[in-house]
């Protein structure tokens, strides 16, 4: 299997702009995380899925950011707009909807907003 | 509500040396307890788990113990290297499928 797949890599924009995160889940998970990582705060928790349906998104930062996952296969992140203190990490995991099952992690989208 | 605290870094250890990192948690019920591991530029990935009291987790040479009674999860290896240098997530799931994660131990091991 291939992972856990995200893109960008890495996304440099200015202040302002709108900025879209993808990831591909593993094939036959149903959950699926959005992690935002910074040396200040560590790892936190933004949104979660289960089935394709925003289970938990009490992590969100403020209005300026939505997630959706339209399908199994595939979730954005947006943030509308963008401002220098999003500069971060952002993660995707996916995981099989059971109880404690195991978490997989992408690479990560380096976001860097001038 | 649920938590993990993870023995603050970074930690600099010479090769060969012994590995701790300690883990504590708070929970209700019966949690899965992981560890993950984070290399530069990567994304975390799990390095062992176990899912019931006295569990041992093990893989590349780490291990953890499950310990109810202490409400532990120590990381230990015995012997590091230099390719364990890395970021160390302690982390719990519980009753549904959310984790907690701890903040993170930073190793540095050191030829």
């Known amino acids: 299997d291939a992972g856990v797949i995200q893109s960008p890599r890495h996304e440099v924009t200015e202040m302002g702009q709108e900025v879209t995160l993808r990831c591909k889940p593993i094939s036959g998970h149903n959950s699926l995380f959005w992690y935002r990582q910074t040396m200040m705060r560590g790892l936190e928790l933004l949104i979660y899925?289960?089935?394709?349906?925003?289970?938990?998104d009490s992590g969100m930062p403020e209005d300026r950011f939505s997630a959706k996952m339209p399908n199994a296969s595939f979730s954005t992140l947006k943030i509308q707009p963008s401002e220098p203190r999003d500069s971060a990490v952002y993660f995707c995991?996916?995981?099989?909807?059971?109880?404690?099952?195991?978490?997989?992690f992408g690479p990560g989208t380096r976001l860097l907003v001038l | 509500g649920d938590s993990v605290t993870q023995m603050e870094g970074p930690v600099t250890l010479s090769e060969e040396a012994f590995l701790t990192i300690n883990c504590t948690y708070t929970a209700t019920g019966y949690p899965s307890l992981f560890w993950y591991v984070q290399y530069p530029g990567e994304g975390l990935q799990l390095l062992l788990k176990a899912t019931k009291a006295d569990d041992k987790g093990s893989n590349k040479g780490f291990e953890a113990t499950y310990r109810k009674e202490t409400t532990s999860f120590h990381l230990e290896k015995g012997s590091v290297q230099v390719s364990d240098s890395a970021v160390y997530f302690c982390?719990?799931?519980?009753?549904?499928?959310?984790?907690?994660f701890g903040t993170g131990t930073s190793l540095t091991v050191i030829p």
């Open positions: 982390a719990l799931s519980n009753t549904g499928n959310q984790f907690y």
């Open positions: 899925f289960n089935n394709n349906v925003p289970i938990d």
């Open positions: 995991a996916s995981s099989f909807l059971l109880r404690q099952e195991t978490q997989y």
